[in-house]
């Protein structure tokens, strides 16, 4: 699952695990076709703003993490709430569960899924919750 993680997760382009899905494929479609109505009312110089702010330092691009440390503190520490928020509520949770879903959506939010590779990861994300949605069942 750790492997898993990583794979789907990691910030640059590379040899994905995961084929595409037809499930997977309208999911992106229904995405990409939210962001282009987003963007016309949103106005440029917001969008601008918020480009910026997603500029990859070239130290980062050279040494062909998955992670920058960022944002692996920020899993870290998101996962750790989590869990402790859970524990603490005395709640049945999957702490392998936790930790993936935070990693899955600090990447998406981080814009670690490109065009290319959004299908191929929303499958392996969908193929690692059903997975455990049946072992749950079974």
Do not use: C
Not at 110 to 136: N, Q
């Amino acid at each position: 699952v750790t492997e898993t993680e990583v794979n789907l997760a990691r910030q640059g382009s590379g040899l994905e695990r995961f084929s595409s899905t037809p499930l997977s494929r309208s999911i992106v479609r229904w995405g990409v076709d939210t962001n282009r109505f987003l963007n016309k009312l949103t106005p440029s110089s917001f969008r601008e703003k918020l480009n910026n702010r997603f500029v990859i330092p070239e130290q980062i691009e050279e040494q062909g993490v998955s992670f920058d440390l960022i944002r692996a503190s920020v899993n870290l520490t998101i996962a750790a709430l989590l869990i402790s928020l859970g524990t603490s509520l005395k709640l049945p949770l999957s702490t392998t569960y936790v930790t993936f879903m935070v990693a899955m959506g600090t990447s998406l939010a981080d814009r670690a899924w490109g065009r290319e590779s959004a299908v191929y990861r929303i499958t392996g994300v969908l193929t690692v919750i059903g997975g455990w949605f049946i072992t749950a069942i079974v």
